[in-house]
């Protein structure tokens, strides 16, 4: 082989590598907080990127009435589970949150869309229908089971992938979609041509990580959330509300894995499901960090991204099996290297 | 005068089994009340329970408040501080930023001041400030959770058994140290298998059995009564168990 299909398949694998360490970190993050396998991250990625997609096309996604149906649910859960002690501050605050946002969201897109929307309305409006999607998936499907088990929330997690993947059928039919570009612009550097939705790929990644190395290290939100994530009793005793940082971390890991799908979808043709492989990759990544470091985490994204170049282009028949292998050595040297880890009860 | 916490035929069950049965006590502002009692008879339960960690049946009041429909989240906005026995620290974080989060709920120019009096309290915690809370030693982990309870500024410190696998000399200090916060205006509630240190410093005990309350007065009259010296003070009175 020659030097430059070396080079070609290195830059391909970083770019796709880039996506699936934001993917991997944001699992990792809400593994940390909510010791939730967040599955359903490659739905954020369809959802992100298709929503996105129609947008372009001058449709309303139906991801947008999607979110006000889940705030809908979401109120009636806040007020259940509130009967005993109403106050007119929570019902307040829950209709805000849950009803007037997403209903103010659908009518923005109602407004708004068009074939001649500007790509960054559009990208901002299919991130904000996604974050109402992960909020309100937090609220609903983990908030009220937040003190049971891993394999408890693990189960809920691949309930809440079916229906989503389901749903994402209908929104989206069986057809794939792709987006319009974020940008055309184009560099070229020796044999290699970076082109502005790859920047915009490196950009971001690298952007993503600082600000969350930056949010968790320095402020007092980010520092609470560690808290969570350390000792789930000790953060309430000083007075953190453990629900509020689990809907944080949803809102972080939905805004991340849209970001994600509306960088990929204009490379590459989406469809309802492909969101999930994408997501598993991030994953794989995520278990090599073990599902605490995020350093590690980012290193292996890359790792899996290049493998995944290199074998599309040796063995393409055989390229995700190669790509899912890599996650048995680590698996089997976690389990020998690490002491069993007892499960936190709170 | 209105009790600062005031705790109403408190029942408190494991499933069917009633770990604490009908128990009423209160604390006043600027006062050190100590519980004192054998291994199982229920004091970590109800300071718990206090807390909110654990459901009760009964009444709870804290100045002046319903606790009822608060989580734990909303009694430590009121001024009510647990440091539980097992300390729940933030491991993995340093000293200075488990402080920091002990003022979550506090405005950041009122933290910075309880910052400066926690150093003043705890001057090892000032030293060891960028070290992770999981390597402190056990009486450092100790001062860094009452630590991190002071930076809320509570009104009612909770202490649960403070000076459990410590060194005499750190207990000593830890003491001191209880005995302090009274003059800062913190009210203590504290539970203590170590009922002679903890008779010195409170105003009033309450002495727990199998969930009940059988004693309660005054320190002095705690420390005093033959059964409780016999049972908890380690040396005997002549004559019967007052208990």
């Known amino acids: ?346 | 005068m209105n009790a600062l916490l005031s705790v109403i035929d408190v029942h408190i069950s494991y499933g069917k089994v009633e770990a604490v049965r009908g128990v009423s006590l209160d604390v006043a502002g600027n006062e050190i009340v100590t519980i004192i009692g054998a291994n199982g008879a229920g004091k970590t339960t109800l300071l718990n329970a206090i807390m909110g960690v654990l459901p009760l049946r009964g009444r709870t009041a804290f100045a002046g408040t319903d606790m009822a429909p608060l989580d734990i989240e909303d009694r430590v906005a009121t001024g009510l501080s647990l440091v539980p026995e097992h300390r729940e620290l933030f491991g993995s974080m340093n000293v200075e930023d488990n402080l920091e989060l002990g003022a979550f709920r506090i405005a950041k120019a009122v933290a910075a001041t309880s910052l400066e009096r926690v150093y003043a309290l705890f001057p090892r915690l000032k030293e060891r400030r960028k070290q992770l809370a999981g390597t402190l030693s056990g009486g450092e982990q100790q001062m860094l959770a009452m630590g991190r309870a002071l930076m809320g500024a509570p009104k009612l410190l909770m202490l649960d058994e403070p000076s459990l696998g410590l060194a005499p000399i750190i207990v000593a200090d830890i003491f001191r140290i209880v005995g302090e916060l009274r003059s800062a205006g913190v009210s203590v509630l504290l539970v203590e298998q170590n009922a002679q240190a903890a008779l010195q410093i409170a105003d009033r005990a309450y002495v727990m059995e199998l969930g009940e309350f059988v004693l309660s007065g005054s320190a002095k009259d705690i420390a005093a009564n033959k059964g409780v010296a016999a049972s908890y003070l380690g040396f005997q009175h002549e004559g019967d168990s007052a208990i």
């Open chain 1, 1 to 346: 082989m020659n030097t430059t299909i070396m080079l070609f398949l290195l830059q391909d694998g970083i770019t796709n590598g880039a996506i699936y360490a934001l993917l991997g970190l944001a699992l990792v993050l809400v593994f940390a907080v909510t010791r939730v396998i967040l599955i359903p991250q490659g739905e954020f990625v369809t959802y992100g990127a298709l929503s996105y997609a129609m947008l372009a096309t001058g449709q309303v996604p139906g991801t947008a009435r999607l979110a006000v149906a889940m705030g809908l649910v979401a109120f009636a859960l806040d007020l259940f589970f509130a009967r005993k002690a109403l106050h007119a501050r929570l019902v307040i605050r829950s209709v805000a949150l849950n009803i007037v946002f997403p209903v103010a969201l659908l009518g923005l897109v109602y407004a708004l869309v068009g074939p001649h929307t500007p790509i960054a309305v559009n990208i901002a409006l299919a991130l904000l229908i996604v974050a109402a999607i992960g909020l309100f998936l937090y609220r609903i499907a983990f908030q009220p089971i937040a003190h049971t088990s891993v394999l408890v929330l693990l189960i809920a997690s691949v309930g809440c992938h079916l229906a989503l993947q389901g749903l994402g059928l209908v929104f989206f039919g069986a057809e794939g979609l792709r987006g319009p570009a974020l940008s055309s612009a184009a560099v070229t550097a020796g044999p290699l041509r970076f082109t502005g939705q790859s920047l915009a790929v490196y950009g971001l990644t690298v952007g993503f990580i600082v600000a969350l190395w930056l949010f968790f290290g320095y402020t007092k939100t980010g520092k609470a959330l560690r808290a969570t994530a350390v000792n789930r009793l000790g953060a309430r005793l000083v007075g953190i509300r453990t629900t509020l940082s689990g809907q944080i971390a949803f809102l972080l890991a939905s805004v991340i894995g849209a970001i994600s799908g509306i960088l990929i979808v204009p490379i590459t043709t989406l469809y309802y499901d492909t969101g999930f492989l994408i997501g598993l990759k991030g994953f794989i990544a995520a278990i090599i960090g073990g599902l605490v470091s995020y350093p590690l985490t980012a290193v292996a994204a890359i790792v899996v991204g290049i493998v995944e170049a290199f074998s599309s282009f040796y063995a393409s028949n055989f390229k995700e099996v190669i790509v899912f292998t890599l996650i048995l050595p680590v698996l089997v040297l976690r389990s020998l290297a690490a002491p069993q880890v007892e499960e936190e009860k709170d």
